[in-house]
């Protein structure tokens, strides 16, 4: 069982929380500064070529736009708590805190009680038919409080190169009809080979798999709003409603209809 909170009252955060999940998400980043918990099982997280295991109490932290995964061991379920905040309220909540405090750019993994129980005590609440002003100052203090990335910091790669990041402009240029990987090559005088070892190096994925990334963020910003799914997946450039819902799940874990009423 999987449930979704969201507020139109507070749009810079979501969360969720999944009960005896099997789901399994292929590699993918978010907008957001991401945290999530494990509550029950063991999983495996993955981030570049860090694999780490989870087990129940681990609170793991991810930046904005870092590729990773996490998913049950085979053949088992797990249950899991997820936060995802705009990293532009963060910093702002951070720095009124302290002017030399910013979000973390490293991914850390938590594994002692604390964080754990900070994190439970936030999502209840979030859950709760608490009003708006009552979920916002958890949150505040939640982050205030950084337990959240004062854990086993995980290395992660630079900031990405010029080149990369006109590549990844020109992608998203039209998510609808996006450029072929040769016109992309040519148009930026690379071989479709330096495209692909570019991608694959500072993103973890390659220029497909990381525009169906782009596709699925729009998607979800979209369906909170109310899009129709069929005209969504036109508007994104699936081939279809299905193939949209299957890219859809296997990066969300859960169809975009049951994303949308949740």
Known sequence: MTQFWHDPA?????????????????????????????????????????????????????????????????????????????????????????ADLSPPSMVFIARDPAPYRDFCRLNALLFSPAPPADKEAGLIEFIGGRLWCRGEPLAIPPPSSATLAALQRHLCE???????????????????YQVIRLFRRETGLTPHAWLLDRRIQQARRRLRQGAELAALAQELGFADQGHFQRVFKARVASTPGRYRRN
């Open 174 to 192: 039209s998510l609808e009809r996006p450029p072929t990987l040769e016109a992309l090559a040519r148009d930026h005088g690379l071989s479709r």
């Open 10 to 98: 507070l749009p810079f955060v979501e969360s969720r929380r999944a009960s005896d999940s099997r789901a399994c998400y292929r590699p993918h980043s978010h907008p957001t500064l991401s945290i999530g918990v494990v509550d029950r099982g063991h999983s495996r997280f993955q981030c570049q070529r860090r694999r780490e295991r989870l087990t129940p109490g681990c609170l793991v932290s991810v930046p904005a736009s870092v590729v990773h995964a996490c998913n049950p061991l085979p053949e088992h379920c797990w249950s899991y708590q997820m936060l995802h905040l705009e990293p532009a309220w963060v910093s702002d909540v951070l720095t009124e805190i302290d």
